[in-house]
C-alpha cells in the first residue's frame, strides 16, 4: 500500500513536470513524454498501472462503505480526477478513456450495485461528449471516424491507409516484413497503426490469432481474479487484465475503423519502451497473484 502511494506521487508530479516546456517532449502537437537526459519517458503508461493498484487497494479496503458517496466514492473520484485532467492537459484523450473504463469496472467488480453506477455514468458521458468536443483534435477525430473520405489527404488519411493494409493482407499476407503500406503510406506503422502493418504482412489468419491470443490473456487474467487469495488480489488480478484488454481492444478497433483515431499503442507488440515497461510489470504481478492462488490452493489439499 505505500508503495502504491508513493508510485502515484511520483507519477503527479511526471505528469506536471510533462506539461512544462523545460522537461515535456512535444511529438505530433502531444506532449505526452517526460525527458530524462538519455531516453524518455510517459508517465501516463505508468500512471494506468498505478491507478488500477490505487482502486484496487482502496476498494478493498472500503467494500462496506461503497455506499457512503462523501466519505468513500468522493475522496477516491477527487483523486482520479486530478491524474485524468493533468494526463487530459497533454492531450492523452485515449489514456483518460482507459482510465474512466478501468474505475468504473473495479467499481461493478468491487460490488457497486449496478443501477447506482448507471446513475454516475448516464450524467456523466453527454459532460465526456462535451469535454471531448471542446477538444479541436478530438473533435475532428471525432468527424474524421464519421467520415473519413471527407478529407482524405488530411485528417482521414491514417484511417484510410489502414483499411487498405488490412485488406490488401488478405487471408495468408503478403509475408513477414514484406508490408507496402509501412514505406511512407502509413503513418505510425509501428506504434498507433502496427496491427494494421500486421494484418497487411499475415493476412486476416495473423490477425484472427493476435485478436485471440489477447481473449486468452483475458480468459486467464480473470480466471486468475476468480482465483486469487484475497478480495485485493482479485481486484487487482481482474483491473490488470482489464487495463491490457481494454487498450487492446481500442487499438484494434481503431485501427479497423470501428472507433474514433485514439494515440493507443497495441500491448506488447507496438513500439515504445514505457508502454512495454508498464505492461510487463502488470503482467509480473498478475503472475504473481496466481502463483500466491496456487500456493495456497496445494496448502488446502495437503
Aim: proline share 4%.
Amino acid at each position: 500500500r505505500v508503495l502504491t502511494y508513493a508510485g502515484l506521487l511520483v507519477c503527479f508530479f511526471s505528469l506536471v513536470l510533462v506539461l512544462n516546456d523545460n522537461y515535456g517532449v512535444e511529438v505530433n502537437g502531444a506532449r505526452r513524454w517526460l525527458s530524462l537526459g538519455y531516453m524518455n519517458c510517459q508517465p501516463s503508461e505508468f500512471t494506468k498501472l498505478l491507478i488500477t493498484l490505487f482502486l484496487a487497494c482502496y476498494l478493498a479496503k472500503n467494500r462496506d462503505r461503497l455506499h457512503e458517496f462523501r466519505k468513500t466514492l468522493l475522496p477516491m473520484f477527487i483523486i482520479i480526477i486530478m491524474y485524468v485532467v493533468l494526463i487530459a492537459l497533454e492531450p492523452d484523450l485515449g489514456t483518460v478513456v482507459i482510465i474512466t473504463g478501468i474505475l468504473f469496472s473495479m467499481l461493478f467488480l468491487a460490488g457497486f450495485k449496478l443501477r447506482y453506477l448507471m446513475f454516475i455514468i448516464i450524467p456523466l458521458l453527454p459532460f465526456m461528449g462535451l469535454v471531448f468536443w471542446c477538444f479541436p483534435h478530438a473533435r475532428i477525430r471525432i468527424l474524421t471516424f464519421l467520415n473519413p473520405e471527407m478529407d482524405p489527404l488530411g485528417t482521414g488519411f491514417h484511417l484510410i491507409q489502414s483499411k487498405i493494409g488490412i485488406s490488401c493482407g488478405g487471408l495468408t499476407g503478403s509475408g513477414f516484413g514484406c508490408s507496402i503500406q509501412k514505406l511512407g503510406y502509413l503513418p505510425e506503422p509501428h506504434t498507433d497503426f502496427i496491427f494494421s502493418v500486421l494484418c497487411e504482412e499475415l493476412g486476416f489468419i495473423g490477425g484472427i490469432t493476435v485478436i485471440l491470443l489477447f481473449v486468452f490473456f483475458i480468459w486467464r487474467g480473470m480466471k486468475i481474479a476468480m482465483q486469487a487469495p484475497d478480495f485485493y488480489g482479485s481486484l487487482l488480478a481482474a483491473g490488470i487484465t482489464l487495463m491490457i484488454g481494454l487498450q487492446a481492444f481500442v487499438n484494434i478497433a481503431v485501427v479497423m475503423g470501428m472507433l474514433p483515431t485514439k494515440g493507443l499503442a497495441l500491448p506488447f507488440i507496438s513500439f515504445g519502451g514505457s508502454n512495454l515497461v508498464a505492461n510487463l510489470v502488470a503482467s509480473g504481478i498478475l503472475l504473481n497473484i496466481s502463483d500466491t492462488a496456487r500456493q495456497n490452493n496445494t496448502l488446502q489439499t495437503e
